[in-house]
C-alpha cells in the first residue's frame, strides 16, 4: 500500500508542471528530553535576562533625572541671567535721578548764594548812610518838594526791596535742603540697586556652578549605565544563543512538517482543479477611498503649534532663541560652554516657546520659572494642544509644548535639536499652563 502511494506522489508530480520545488529532506528531530534541558536553560537565560533589563530601566531613570537636574540648574542661571540684567538697568536709572536732583540742588543752593549777596549789597549801603539807607539823612539836600517826594518813594521801594530778599532768601535755603534730601534719596536708591544687580550676579555665579557638579555627576552616571547596558546587551545576546540548540532544531522540523503538509495539499488541490484551471478567477472589487479627515482651521493655537514644529531639527542652544527665531546661546561656564552653545544658533527650552507663542501675539520672558505663572493653571489631566507642560519645582526644570494623543514638542538639552517626544510624566508639574 505504501509502495503504491509513493507511486501516485510521483506521478503526480510529474504529470503537474509549474508547481514549486519539492520540499527538502527533514531536519534532525530532537528528543522531549533533550528539548526539556533545553528549554531549562533558556528559561535560566531569560530570567537574568529580565533583572538585568530591570536594572538598565532603573540606570536610565537615575539618568534623566540627573539630566532633569542639570535643565532646572540652567533654567536658575537663566533666572539670574534676567534679574541681573533688570537690576543693572534700575541701578542705572537711580544714578541718573541722583545726578539730575544734585544738578537742582547745586542750582538752589547758587540762588541762595545769590539772595545772600544782595541782602548783603542792601545792608552795606545803609550802612554808608549813617544808620540806614531810610534815615533822615536821606531827605537832607532836596531841592523841591517834587525832589523830596521822589526821595521818599526811593526809600520806600528800598526798604520794600530788602525785605523780599530776605523772604527770597529763606525760601531758596528751603528748596535748596529740599532739592539736597532728594539728591541724597536718589542716591541711597542707586546704591541699593547696584547692590542689588551685584547680588544677583553672585547669584548667577552660584548657579552656573551647580549646573557644573550636576553635569559631573551626570556624566559619571551615564559612564557606568552605558557599561552596564553594554554588559546586559552581551549577556541577552548569549541569552539569546543559548535559546537556539535543540528547541531550535526541533522548531525547523515542526517547519518543515508544515512545509510537507502544504505541498501535499497544493498538489492535491491542483489535480482536482485541474479541469477548471483556466476559468476566470472573479475580480476582486477594488476598495473604496477613504476619505481624508479634514485639515484643522487656522487659529492661534494652530499657529503657536505650527511655528513649534517648523523648529524642529534645529539644534539646542542654551539661553537661544527669541521672539523672531533661533539666536546664538550664551556662555554658562560649564554645562552649555562645553557643548559649545554659544557658538551655535538655536533654542532652549523656554526660547522656543518665546517664539512659538509670539506668532499669537503672546510674548513671554525668557524663563520656564516665569513663563509657568504667565497664563492660566489647568489641570494636567484635561490639558489641550497648545497648552505648555513644566518639569521641576515651580516649573524652572523644563517646558514643552503639548500636541495632542501624548506628545509634545520641545528643545530638550545640549547636544540634542527640537523634536516631538511622548510626554514624560516624572517630575512633571500637576498642572500646565493655557495662554489661548
Not at 88 to 99: K, L, N
Not at 246 to 261: H, I, M, N, S, V
Not at 282 to 296: H, K, N, T, Y
Not at 311 to 320: K, S
Request: proline content about 5%; some cysteine.
Amino acid at each position: 500500500m505504501l509502495t503504491r502511494l509513493s507511486a501516485v506522489v510521483v506521478l503526480m508530480t510529474a504529470v503537474l508542471t509549474g508547481t514549486a520545488a519539492a520540499v527538502p529532506p527533514p531536519p534532525p528531530n530532537p528528543s522531549d528530553a533533550e528539548i526539556s534541558a533545553s528549554r531549562a536553560e533558556a528559561d535560566a537565560k531569560a530570567a537574568r535576562v529580565g533583572e538585568l533589563t530591570g536594572r538598565l530601566t532603573q540606570a536610565e531613570s537615575r539618568l534623566q533625572e540627573l539630566m532633569d537636574e542639570v535643565s532646572y540648574k540652567r533654567e536658575l542661571a537663566n533666572k539670574a541671567r534676567v534679574d541681573l540684567e533688570t537690576a543693572i538697568s534700575e541701578a542705572e536709572a537711580a544714578r541718573r535721578d541722583a545726578a539730575n536732583a544734585r544738578v537742582e540742588a547745586d542750582a538752589a543752593t547758587a540762588a541762595v548764594e545769590k539772595s545772600r549777596k544782595e541782602l548783603d549789597d542792601f545792608a552795606a549801603a545803609s550802612y554808608a548812610q549813617g544808620t540806614t539807607v531810610g534815615s533822615f539823612s536821606a531827605y537832607i539836600g532836596a531841592k523841591s518838594p517834587e525832589d523830596l517826594l521822589a526821595r521818599a518813594q526811593m526809600l520806600e521801594a528800598v526798604s520794600a526791596s530788602s525785605l523780599n530778599r530776605l523772604d527770597q532768601v529763606t525760601r531758596d535755603q528751603g528748596t535748596a535742603a529740599n532739592l539736597d534730601a532728594a539728591a541724597r534719596a536718589a542716591l541711597k536708591k542707586a546704591e541699593d540697586k547696584q547692590a542689588a544687580a551685584d547680588e544677583a550676579k553672585k547669584v548667577a555665579e552660584q548657579a552656573q556652578q551647580a549646573a557644573v557638579e550636576a553635569h559631573s555627576a551626570q556624566a559619571a552616571a551615564t559612564e557606568a549605565l552605558q557599561s552596564d547596558k553594554d554588559a546586559v546587551e552581551r549577556e541577552l545576546a548569549a541569552a539569546r544563543s543559548a535559546v537556539g540548540g535543540l528547541e531550535a532544531q526541533r522548531q525547523q522540523y515542526d517547519q518543515w512538517t508544515e512545509a510537507k503538509r502544504r505541498e501535499d495539499e497544493e498538489n492535491a488541490r491542483r489535480a482536482a482543479a485541474a479541469a477548471a484551471a483556466a476559468a476566470p478567477k472573479p475580480q476582486a472589487q477594488a476598495p473604496r477611498p477613504v476619505a481624508s479627515a479634514p485639515a484643522p482651521s487656522g487659529n492661534r493655537v494652530q499657529t503657536v503649534i505650527n511655528r513649534a514644529l517648523a523648529q524642529r531639527g534645529v539644534i539646542y542652544a542654551w539661553g537661544g532663541g527669541n521672539y523672531n527665531g533661533p539666536t546664538y546661546g550664551v556662555r554658562d561656564g560649564g554645562v552649555a560652554d562645553s557643548f559649545g552653545d554659544y557658538r551655535k544658533i538655536g533654542f532652549d527650552c523656554s526660547g522656543l516657546m518665546m517664539y512659538a507663542f509670539a506668532g499669537a501675539g503672546v510674548y513671554l520672558p525668557h524663563y520656564s520659572g516665569y513663563q509657568y505663572n504667565s497664563g492660566r493653571k489647568v489641570p494636567l489631566s484635561q490639558m489641550a494642544p497648545g497648552d505648555m507642560i513644566f518639569w521641576g519645582p515651580g516649573g524652572g526644570t523644563h517646558v514643552a509644548l503639548y500636541l495632542g494623543g501624548g506628545m509634545m514638542v520641545e528643545a530638550p538639552h545640549s547636544g540634542a535639536v527640537v523634536r516631538i517626544s511622548p510626554v514624560r510624566y516624572g517630575g512633571i508639574m500637576p498642572y500646565v499652563t493655557r495662554m489661548l
